[in-house]
């Protein structure tokens, strides 16, 4: 079956430094990926998505993501982390053939000033 | 352009009574998704509506819960009754067709408490 797994469920940075979230998912095929954040009392956001070509993708708010098959990873990263970053993060993997999303649990990313 | 409007924002009921929240996608959308997330679990699609047809509820818990997209537009989710274990936040959310290359946007949510 499908899945998909945050193995961070917290994550404290100062605010400048480098980010990167972590995300493995169990799928068969070419997956779709997406990363979504969801700021508090927000829904989500879509941040960036991947569905094949190039393994970088870019997003927004200055976020990347980048596609290892050999690894089954997308992990999410920022060079420098703002305050206004801090929400929740969560990884996604849409199942071809339908039109569903497996979520991931999620990561909270906490800024420190 | 205005976004996915939910209501209300919170709601506390007792367990065994109903509950209904609703949902107005964007205009021209014609695919709404009803999630449900449960604290410190991810967004778990509960069903899936394309204009006013159910694409996927398979993980909606039909002896309980029940949806309906009236006229394709609105959509209005059901809980009747409700268990402690309902109590979650419930997103809606609307895209322009189905398809998992179609950005689906999410309004802000319901969050429901059973005690």
């Known amino acids: 079956a499908q899945s998909v797994t945050q193995p961070d469920i917290h994550i404290t940075v100062s605010e400048g430094a480098s980010l990167e979230l972590r995300c493995n998912y169990s799928?068969?095929?070419?997956?779709?990926l997406f990363w979504y954040v969801q700021s508090p009392g927000q829904g989500l956001q879509l941040l960036l998505k991947y569905f094949s070509g190039d393994t970088l993708v870019q997003g927004i708010k200055g976020f990347e993501a980048e596609f290892k098959r050999s690894q089954s990873s997308f992990n999410l990263r920022k060079p420098s982390v703002h305050w206004s970053d801090a929400a929740e993060y969560f990884c996604a993997v849409g199942v071809t053939g339908t039109y569903k999303y497996i979520f991931g649990t999620g990561t909270r990313l906490k800024v420190l000033a | 352009e205005a976004g996915v409007a939910q209501s209300p924002r919170y709601k506390i009921i007792e367990k065994r009574q109903s509950v209904a929240f609703w949902c107005n996608p964007i205009s021209g959308h014609a695919t709404l998704y009803w999630y449900q997330q449960i604290l410190g679990q991810g967004p778990k699609l509960l069903i899936q509506f394309q204009n006013n047809g159910v694409v996927d509820d398979s993980q909606l818990p039909k002896d309980r819960f029940s949806a309906e997209r009236l006229k394709g537009v609105d959509s209005t989710l059901k809980i009747q009754p409700a268990k402690l274990e309902d109590s979650a936040v419930y997103l809606c959310?609307?895209?322009?067709?189905?398809?998992?290359?179609?950005?689906?946007?999410f309004g802000q949510g319901t969050r429901l408490t059973v005690v």
């Open positions: 799928y068969g095929a070419t997956p779709y």
């Open positions: 959310a609307s895209s322009l067709d189905a398809g998992l290359n179609t950005e689906a946007f």
